[in-house]
């Protein structure tokens, strides 16, 4: 989802590559470990953070705006092992009805609700220009007609169905450590789940949520909405005053990790805590990262100790 401004886009913006990130990127390339990543509603292109991994990583982007795939597969050429599809994803394969909105990313499968786009300024974006058919597959379907294996992480954008992309990718969710959804909280497409559907079916997949970023507020009178007043969020008992404005929260960014990731459970191998702490890294949860490190030294052979000690040294040396 974008603002009304096409040149300020909360939901796209990419995660910072944070200092720490070299040095595990460079623990996984010299293990040959290597990360297969997809993303789903691709406009804008990759998180920067991910070209740190270099060749160790595989970035599959899809989108049903075709001249949008050609110009990103053209702005990442000689970049490695990245590929753009023009396809939409969905929970079955055939025709779909694409509803095209004033402000093209806010393109859905579901049709914009007029109640909420007319009486809101700053969900113009999402008012409805036009229809036209897509083709629709799903992510099973394509991973099985592609021969990809496992993917590691799978990032979701699609303006409402992202459930549907889901339930469409059952097979790949199974190798699937974390994810980036797009979720809303109230409905701005008529008929399209909602947060509580989403997290419902992920849980029952084992997986759970993260965190929440991005938390987006509308109202029918911006100008009254200025206002602001305390609030304050809960670090491990550590105390952070914000400020809060008005407006009615519409949709955010939920990250999702296994449950076994969260809890950094000892059933996991030192590999598949490197590979969890690849990701976590790059999406700036740094605790994590760093908890899923010291489980891989504790469990790793004795001669990977070594290079993850030296990885370890530095990540804690930057942090300090």
Not at 44 to 70: K, M, Q
Not at 135 to 163: C, P, R, Y
Not at 243 to 267: C, H, I, M, N, P
Request: aromatic residues 10%; charged residues 20%.
């Amino acid at each position: 989802m974008v603002l009304d401004s096409p040149s300020f886009t909360i939901g796209e913006e990419q995660p910072k590559i944070a200092a720490t990130l070299p040095f595990i990127a460079t623990l996984a390339a010299d293990l040959e470990l290597n990360l297969m990543v997809v993303d789903v509603g691709c406009r804008w292109g990759f998180a920067d953070a991910w070209s740190v991994f270099g060749s160790n990583v595989t970035l599959i982007g899809f989108d049903p705006d075709a001249a949008e795939c050609e110009h990103l597969q053209n702005t990442y050429r000689g970049s490695g092992n990245i590929l753009f599809i023009p396809k939409a994803l969905g929970n079955s394969e055939g025709k779909k009805q694409l509803f095209l909105t004033a402000e093209r990313a806010c393109s859905s499968l579901y049709q914009p609700d007029p109640l909420i786009t007319n009486s809101m300024p700053h969900l113009g974006c999402a008012k409805l220009a036009g229809e036209t058919e897509i083709d629709v597959t799903t992510m099973d379907i394509w991973a099985a007609s592609a021969g990809i294996g496992d993917l590691d992480f799978i990032k979701l954008d699609t303006q409402g169905s992202e459930l549907g992309v889901l339930e469409g990718a059952e097979n790949c969710l199974k190798s699937v450590r974390a994810l980036q959804i797009e979720v809303e909280f109230n409905p701005i497409y008529v008929g399209q789940p909602l947060f509580g559907d989403i997290d419902s079916f992920l849980r029952q997949r084992g997986f759970v949520l993260w965190q929440l970023s991005n938390l987006c507020h509308y109202t029918s009178w911006p100008n009254k909405s200025a206002f602001k007043y305390r609030d304050v969020q809960i670090f491990d008992g550590r105390i952070v005053s914000t400020s809060r404005q008005g407006g009615q929260l519409f949709w955010a960014d939920a990250y999702y990790v296994r449950k076994e990731v969260a809890l950094v459970e000892e059933t996991q191998n030192w590999q598949g805590c490197i590979r969890d702490a690849c990701i976590a890294s790059v999406l700036g949860f740094r605790d994590l990262a760093g908890c899923l490190l010291e489980q891989a030294l504790n469990r790793a052979p004795s001669n990977v100790i070594p290079k993850i000690n030296k990885a370890l040294t530095k990540y804690y040396s930057i942090l300090a």
